[in-house]
């Protein structure tokens, strides 16, 4: 005969969860935790409410880059718009885009577009003479100064260089020592002026070029008032200033300057951070510290760096840098790097883009198939995620995230004011109560904030049971709810919350007793 359990009082509990954390993809969960959920913020911790709503505001064709400078630059195939303006055209594909001054610069292309004199144009000029119209002279004197100055005349069209050009000379056969690389000190239309005596005067009969030359950077910044890039292993900076000069060496603290690397592999991404500029590979981090050329360090540390496509990832919050690397997603402090995302278990991630509005750092990044925005609330360490947007590039101005998605649109984050209704869901990590008996659950009782209009479902799953819906909602008007659930006896449980709509859920209370090993 089977005789029915006695319950004792004494074999009762309760837990309360009011601090709800975020994703937990691993084995090891604690209370509040959750194994997947949908728009889901941290802004109401520590309960679980809604993300910022976003407001659509264009599609693009075929974008493929978005950059922020007192406004929005958006690569559209070959176009770059600008503060929804076309000001000129590129080749397609992936940019890399950076400031420096009146400049933003774009790679690999090496255009730029200054922000003052509203000119988009090339970084590198090239003039090219017609025979027999290029006269070298050593020595000439200045009109408007005692100052004598070598100088390259042309009978051809106007040259289109500017005081302080370095230039490289070619294609000289009279007096061949006259290929060379040079700074102009005066630039006219007709006459290029350099220190005296840089040449030997004579007339060239052949074809002359003269090139303002930039190296193909895979990665541009800006550190120190600098440009700096990096390119197959060597790691350059423009002149102080000036982004369109790369080979100025006058010795002077303005100069330009490279470094060549010994690493193995291939660059992965550059930003300036704090002090030093780093420049990372998958496996290691270069760091260029000082002021000018002739106190430049580099300091090589072997750490898990910026994983290969990754370079978006990187985003710099409150004096701390945060990117994807192979293993996760790691905060930098400049040390040793940190992985901050060991919740996501042996999940492994690709294809990482960022941005942040400064309290959150916000990745859109693939694990296989599936592509989602993570969020990562840095004061809390809590993350969620959003939903499944594949993203392609964030921005953001003064506080207000933008980012466009595959499908070419353009949006913004927004207050509640904005008309978005949003789809969420939470489903919570297994809830066990940490005892080996079977245990009975007198009571589940959830305290939800509703807004007005919004709809709410509850399913439960007990042990190897099937989802059941034990209770659904649709809130005309905007109130707090207390919704109390009773489960079947079960060694351990499942809840899943969704809805539609504005919803805060502030506490979830399990009253249960201890039951027999049976």
Not at 23 to 30: C, F, H, I, P
Not at 210 to 224: A, H, M, T
């Amino acid at each position: 005969m089977n005789l029915p359990q006695l319950i004792q009082g004494d074999n009762s509990a309760r837990q309360s969860i009011i601090n709800f954390l975020g994703l937990n993809y691993g084995r090891l969960t604690e209370d509040g935790e959750l194994e997947d959920c949908e728009n889901l913020s941290t802004d109401e911790f520590p309960c679980l409410s809604q993300r910022k709503k976003r407001v659509r505001e264009k599609q693009y064709k075929s974008p493929t880059t978005l950059y922020s400078k007192a406004g929005l630059f958006i690569i559209d195939g070959t176009d770059v718009i600008y503060n929804d303006e076309k000001i000129g055209t590129v080749t397609a594909g992936k940019k890399q885009m950076a400031t420096l001054g009146k400049y933003v610069v774009i790679f690999p292309d090496k255009k730029y577009y200054d922000t003052e004199e509203k000119k988009f144009g090339n970084m590198e000029e090239t003039y090219k003479s017609g025979k027999g119209q290029i006269t070298f002279a050593a020595t000439s004197t200045d009109k408007d100064s005692p100052m004598k100055y070598a100088t390259i005349t042309t009978t051809g069209a106007n040259f289109n260089f500017r005081d302080g050009d370095a230039v490289e000379i070619t294609g000289c056969t009279v007096n061949p020592e006259n290929n060379k690389t040079l700074v102009i000190r005066k630039a006219e239309n007709k006459v290029l002026k350099f220190y005296e005596n840089s040449f030997t005067a004579g007339k060239e009969t052949a074809e002359i070029t003269i090139k303002r030359s930039v190296p193909d950077l895979e990665f541009v910044c800006e550190g120190n008032y600098r440009l700096w890039g990096c390119a197959k292993n060597t790691i350059y900076s423009s002149k102080y200033g000036d982004p369109l000069n790369f080979q100025v060496f006058d010795g002077l603290t303005s100069d330009s300057y490279y470094i060549d690397v010994s690493s193995d592999g291939k660059f992965t991404g550059c930003i300036p951070f704090t002090s030093f500029i780093c420049f990372f590979k998958e496996d290691v981090v270069h760091k260029i510290y000082g002021t000018k050329p002739s106190n430049f360090q580099l300091l090589t540390s072997s750490v898990f760096g910026v994983q290969d496509g990754c370079e978006r990832s990187m985003c710099v919050i409150n004096e701390t840098l945060y990117y994807l690397g192979r293993n996760g997603v790691y905060e930098y402090t400049g040390g040793v790097p940190e992985l901050i995302s060991q919740n996501f278990g042996t999940k492994r991630f690709t294809d990482g883009c960022a941005g942040s509005d400064g309290d959150k750092y916000y990745i859109c990044m693939s694990n296989g198939p599936e592509r989602a925005i993570y969020t990562y609330d840095i004061s809390k360490g809590i993350w969620l995620k959003e939903d499944k947007v594949s993203v392609i590039d964030f921005a953001d101005i003064e506080g207000r995230l933008y980012y466009i998605d595959e499908q070419g649109w353009k949006y913004k984050t927004a207050d509640n004011s904005a008309n978005e209704v949003i789809n969420w869901s939470a489903t919570f990590c297994p809830f066990t109560e940490l005892i080996n008996e079977r245990k009975g659950y007198s009571k589940l009782n959830f305290r939800i904030a509703l807004g007005a209009g919004a709809w709410l479902k509850i399913e439960i799953k007990t042990d190897d049971s099937l989802w059941n819906t034990v209770y659904t909602t649709h809130n005309k008007t905007a109130k707090t709810i207390n919704v109390p659930i009773f489960p079947n006896r079960c060694d351990q449980f499942k809840v899943r919350l969704s809805g539609k709509g504005e919803c805060v859920i502030k506490s979830f209370v399990r009253d249960f007793y201890v039951g027999s090993e049976v």
